[in-house]
Structure formats: structure tokens, C-alpha cells
């Protein structure tokens, strides 16, 4: 069984920059895709960015393109996501999922950490 936990959600200003952290417990981490979602008050979950087992390969979504990078350290069982020029439109409550390379949808999912961007 995969847990997954969410970290690091805060209030910051648009233009500011903030880490948000995804701690997985489970020995099969190293072979799991790793990836970052949201959801804004009134929308649906979108995708924002993935990351492959050896981190060979990453994509994002084209909002956050050039602002975010995803991120993972096998030996510490971490997903980070690193957000830069935050807008207000990057509101959203932030979710860590995990699915194994074969699957095509994630299927463990963390409880979420709120980011908040102020004008």
C-alpha cells in the first residue's frame, strides 16, 4: 500500500515563490510516476505536472510551463514541486499522486495542501 503525504501550502503574493513536498511511504516508490494535480474553488482537478521513475522524463501542463518543475528523491521517498512567479490563478488546493508506469491513471492520492496567491 502507497501513502502519500502533502507539505509546505501557504499564503504567499503574486510573484513569490513557494516548495510544496510530497512524502510517500511504501518500499516500491522507486517504481511508481509521481505527479501533481489541483483544484481551484468551482473547478475540476487538473493536471499540472509528472515525473517518471528515474526522472528521466517530465511534462507539465501549459499554465505552468517555464514556472514550475516537479521533481523526486528515491532515497528520501519525496515528490517536490517547485513553483515560481506564482499568479493568483495558481489558487488551488495542490494533490500528490502515484501510479505505476503500466497504469493509464494515478490511483493513490494524498489528502492535499492549499495554495493560496494573493494579488
Known amino acids: 500500500q502507497v501513502q502519500l503525504v502533502e507539505s509546505g501550502g501557504g499564503l504567499v503574493q503574486a510573484g513569490d515563490s513557494l516548495r510544496i513536498s510530497c512524502q510517500i511511504s511504501?518500499?516500491?516508490?522507486?517504481?511508481?510516476?509521481m505527479g501533481w494535480f489541483r483544484q481551484a474553488p468551482g473547478k475540476e482537478r487538473e493536471f499540472i505536472a509528472s515525473?517518471?521513475?528515474?526522472?528521466?522524463?517530465?511534462n507539465y501542463a501549459d499554465s505552468v510551463k517555464g514556472r514550475f518543475t516537479i521533481s523526486r528523491d528515491n532515497a528520501k521517498k519525496t515528490a517536490d514541486l517547485q513553483m515560481n512567479d506564482l499568479e493568483p490563478e495558481d489558487t488551488a488546493v495542490y494533490y500528490c499522486?502515484?501510479?505505476?508506469?503500466?497504469?493509464?491513471?494515478?490511483?493513490?492520492w494524498g489528502q492535499g495542501t492549499q495554495v493560496t496567491v494573493s494579488s
Open positions: 499522486a502515484a501510479k505505476i508506469p503500466s497504469s493509464t491513471m494515478f490511483t493513490n
Open positions: 511504501g518500499r516500491t516508490f522507486g517504481l511508481l510516476t
Open positions: 515525473i517518471t521513475m528515474k526522472g528521466g522524463t517530465t
